[in-house]
């Protein structure tokens, strides 16, 4: 594996991963390491103002709209990632199986149309790690209430939510090596140290 690895960080809504990715970049940052952080949809210009677009509450696209418009949002992030590949670490909230648990776990979307946009665009480019951050039905409303503003994709029932998460867990199982299963349901700093441990092992 690089030693500049893609590391991605995947869950539902209220899983902690952003959380997890902020603290490891405030590592990265502490040992002088140089890093790049994205986010999808977003982290770069174009991909932050689709972005705004689907989770605008007032949006009402269908779900082949929504999953060509996260296709495009990558699109618009791949030229960074490309620019950064195996020269900086790069961290990423959310990426390609975020559309396969959503557009196809969750909304029944054909998963060779979405494996075959995702090839047309990463080329060559492949996660090397992924934590995938799992979170019970409490926690996740909880969570949920505590969030000042809910976008569009805030708002869906257990039902779909459970969908995604088993989609996540479905597609950790064929993969084991490179997925890190973070139980949200525990200890925060516990699973901080667990995260930090496993990246010091990819990045060492
Ligand atoms: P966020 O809340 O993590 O910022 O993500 C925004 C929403 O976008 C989240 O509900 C998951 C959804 N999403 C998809 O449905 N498909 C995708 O491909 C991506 C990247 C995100």
Same mark, same amino acid.
């Given at each position: 594996?690089?030693?500049? /690895? =893609?590391?991605?960080?995947?869950?539902?809504?209220?899983?902690?991963?952003?959380?997890?990715?902020?603290?490891?970049?405030?590592? %990265?940052?502490?040992?002088?390491?140089?890093?790049?952080?994205?986010?999808? /949809?977003?982290?770069? %210009?174009?991909?932050?103002?689709?972005?705004?677009?689907?989770?605008?509450?007032?949006?009402?696209?269908?779900?082949?709209?929504?999953?060509?418009?996260?296709?495009?949002? &990558?699109?618009?992030? =791949?030229?960074?990632?490309?620019?950064?590949?195996?020269? !900086?670490?790069?961290? +990423?909230? &959310?990426?390609?199986?975020?559309? +396969?648990?959503?557009?196809?776990?969750?909304?029944?979307?054909?998963?060779? =149309?979405?494996?075959? =946009?995702?090839?047309?665009?990463?080329?060559?480019? !492949?996660?090397? $790690?992924?934590?995938?951050?799992?979170?019970?039905? @409490?926690?996740?409303?909880?969570?949920?209430? @505590?969030?000042?503003?809910?976008?569009?994709?805030?708002?869906?029932?257990?039902? $779909?939510?459970?969908?995604?998460?088993?989609?996540?867990?479905?597609?950790?199982?064929?993969?084991?090596?490179?997925?890190?299963?973070?139980?949200?349901?525990?200890? %925060?700093?516990?699973?901080?140290?667990?995260?930090?441990?496993?990246? !010091? @092992?990819? +990045?060492?």
């Amino acid at each position: 594996m690089s030693k500049k /690895p =893609i590391i991605v960080f995947e869950g539902i809504e209220g899983s902690g991963k952003s959380h997890h990715v902020s603290k490891v970049a405030k590592y %990265l940052e502490s040992k002088k390491i140089d890093y790049v952080k994205i986010r999808e /949809p977003g982290g770069s %210009l174009n991909s932050e103002k689709i972005r705004k677009l689907i989770l605008n509450k007032k949006s009402s696209f269908d779900k082949n709209t929504d999953l060509l418009l996260y296709l495009a949002a &990558r699109s618009e992030n =791949i030229k960074l990632i490309k620019k950064f590949h195996k020269k !900086k670490i790069i961290l +990423i909230d &959310r990426f390609v199986d975020s559309t +396969i648990a959503y557009q196809h776990y969750g909304m029944g979307i054909d998963r060779k =149309i979405i494996n075959l =946009i995702n090839k047309f665009l990463l080329k060559n480019i !492949k996660v090397d $790690f992924t934590f995938l951050n799992v979170v019970n039905k @409490k926690n996740l409303f909880q969570r949920l209430k @505590k969030r000042k503003s809910l976008n569009r994709y805030d708002k869906f029932n257990i039902n $779909f939510y459970n969908k995604v998460q088993k989609g996540f867990l479905n597609l950790a199982k064929f993969n084991k090596k490179s997925y890190k299963i973070i139980n949200s349901n525990l200890d %925060l700093k516990k699973n901080e140290e667990l995260i930090l441990n496993q990246l !010091k @092992k990819l +990045i060492k």
